[in-house]
């Protein structure tokens, strides 16, 4: 069993930056890939990023692409999702995953074993 925590979350002003954290328990931390998905008021939630579990492969959602890093450190059974430059879209609740397989955090269909509780981000105009 693996329990996720999300923390980092808060209000900012658009063009602002805040760096997400996602703390899992147990003792297998790097053998899962990790990843970042968020739900808006009234929409789908969506893919966000995913890296793998050496941190050696990482993948974006377009809308993100340049503008947010996902990270991890597997000493510390942690992920991070830096987001700079946020826009008002970017406001939602997002939430961390783990999956056993990689390919199973991903925009379509996506599987992860794990969801974390969700940290909310809001981001003003």
Same mark, same amino acid.
């Given at each position: 069993?693996?329990? #996720?925590?999300? @923390? &980092?979350? &808060? #209000?900012?002003?658009?063009?602002?930056? #805040?760096? #997400?954290?996602?703390?899992?328990?147990? !003792? $297998?931390? @790097?053998?899962?890939? =990790?990843?970042?998905?968020?739900?808006?008021?009234? /929409?789908? !939630?969506?893919? +966000?990023?995913?890296?793998?579990?050496?941190?050696?492969?990482?993948?974006?959602?377009?809308? +993100? /692409?340049?503008?947010? $890093?996902?990270?991890?450190? %597997?000493? /510390? %059974?942690? =992920?991070? *999702?830096? =987001?700079?430059? *946020? /826009?008002?879209?970017?406001?939602? +609740?997002?939430?961390?995953?783990?999956?056993? %397989?990689?390919?199973?955090?991903?925009?379509? $269909?996506? !599987?992860?074993?794990?969801? &974390?509780?969700?940290?909310?981000? $809001? +981001?003003? @105009?």
């Amino acid at each position: 069993q693996v329990q #996720l925590v999300e @923390s &980092g979350g &808060g #209000l900012v002003q658009a063009g602002g930056s #805040l760096r #997400l954290s996602c703390a899992a328990s147990g !003792r $297998t931390f @790097s053998s899962y890939a =990790m990843g970042w998905f968020r739900q808006a008021p009234g /929409k789908e !939630r969506e893919f +966000v990023a995913r890296i793998s579990g050496s941190g050696s492969l990482t993948l974006y959602a377009d809308s +993100v /692409k340049g503008r947010f $890093t996902i990270s991890r450190d %597997n000493a /510390k %059974n942690t =992920m991070y *999702l830096q =987001m700079n430059s *946020l /826009k008002p879209e970017d406001t939602a +609740v997002y939430y961390c995953a783990a999956a056993r %397989n990689l390919y199973h955090i991903t925009a379509i $269909t996506p !599987r992860p074993d794990y969801w &974390g509780q969700g940290t909310q981000v $809001t +981001v003003s @105009s």
